[in-house]
C-alpha cells in the first residue's frame, strides 16, 4: 500500500514538458491572407511570390506548432525573437510574446503577428527564434532559424 501511494505521488509532482515543435514564418499580402486557397500547394506558390515582391506584402505572421504534457504550474507563453537588417552598429530586434492555454492532449498552434506600422519600420527578418516558457524563468523548448 505504500509503495502505491509513493508512486502515486511520485507522478503526480512531477513537472510538465514542453516543446516548439515547428515554426511557419509566412508573410502577408495587404488582405493579411498568407495565401489564397487552403491548398498546401497554392500557400507555397503565393508565398513564393510575397518574397519576390515586397510591395505587395503588409506584414507576417508566425504560426508556432507547440505541445505540453502534464499540468503547467504557471502560465505558458510563447515568445518570438526577431533580429532584422542591421541599422549602424547594431541589428534590430524586437521581442512579440503571446499567453497560450493547454487544451487537450495534442499539439497546438499560436500566431504571432508582425504588421502595420511594427512591419514597416523594422524592415526585414533575417532571424528568428521562438521559445515556449512556463512562467517567467523556465524555458520548456524553442526553435530558431539557421541564421540565429
Same mark, same amino acid.
Given at each position: &500500500?505504500?509503495?502505491?501511494?509513493?508512486?502515486?505521488?511520485?507522478?503526480?509532482?512531477?513537472?510538465?514538458?514542453?516543446?516548439?515543435?515547428?515554426?511557419?514564418?509566412?508573410?502577408?499580402?495587404?488582405?493579411?491572407?498568407?495565401?489564397?486557397?487552403?491548398?498546401?500547394?497554392?500557400?507555397?506558390?503565393?508565398?513564393?511570390?510575397?518574397?519576390?515582391?515586397?510591395?505587395?506584402?503588409?506584414? &507576417?505572421?508566425?504560426?508556432?506548432? %507547440?505541445?505540453?504534457?502534464?499540468?503547467?504550474?504557471?502560465?505558458?507563453?510563447?515568445?518570438?525573437?526577431?533580429?532584422?537588417?542591421?541599422?549602424?552598429?547594431?541589428?534590430?530586434?524586437?521581442?512579440?510574446?503571446?499567453?497560450?492555454?493547454?487544451?487537450? %492532449? $495534442?499539439?497546438? %498552434?499560436?500566431?504571432?503577428?508582425?504588421?502595420?506600422?511594427?512591419?514597416?519600420?523594422?524592415?526585414?527578418?533575417?532571424?528568428?527564434?521562438?521559445?515556449? %516558457?512556463?512562467?517567467?524563468? $523556465?524555458? $520548456?523548448?524553442?526553435?530558431?532559424?539557421?541564421?540565429?
Amino acid at each position: &500500500m505504500v509503495t502505491l501511494l509513493s508512486l502515486f505521488l511520485a507522478f503526480s509532482v512531477q513537472a510538465g514538458t514542453g516543446t516548439v515543435v515547428k515554426v511557419l514564418p509566412l508573410f502577408l499580402d495587404k488582405k493579411e491572407r498568407h495565401t489564397l486557397s487552403p491548398s498546401l500547394f497554392e500557400r507555397d506558390a503565393y508565398q513564393a511570390e510575397l518574397r519576390l515582391k515586397p510591395e505587395l506584402r503588409s506584414g &507576417m505572421v508566425y504560426r508556432v506548432q %507547440w505541445k505540453f504534457k502534464g499540468k503547467p504550474s504557471a502560465s505558458l507563453k510563447i515568445r518570438l525573437e526577431l533580429r532584422g537588417v542591421a541599422q549602424g552598429n547594431l541589428p534590430k530586434q524586437i521581442v512579440i510574446e503571446q499567453p497560450v492555454q493547454k487544451r487537450g %492532449w $495534442l499539439t497546438q %498552434w499560436a500566431s504571432l503577428y508582425l504588421k502595420g506600422e511594427d512591419y514597416k519600420t523594422f524592415g526585414e527578418v533575417v532571424a528568428w527564434r521562438a521559445t515556449l %516558457w512556463e512562467g517567467e524563468d $523556465l524555458l $520548456l523548448g524553442s526553435q530558431q532559424s539557421f541564421l540565429w
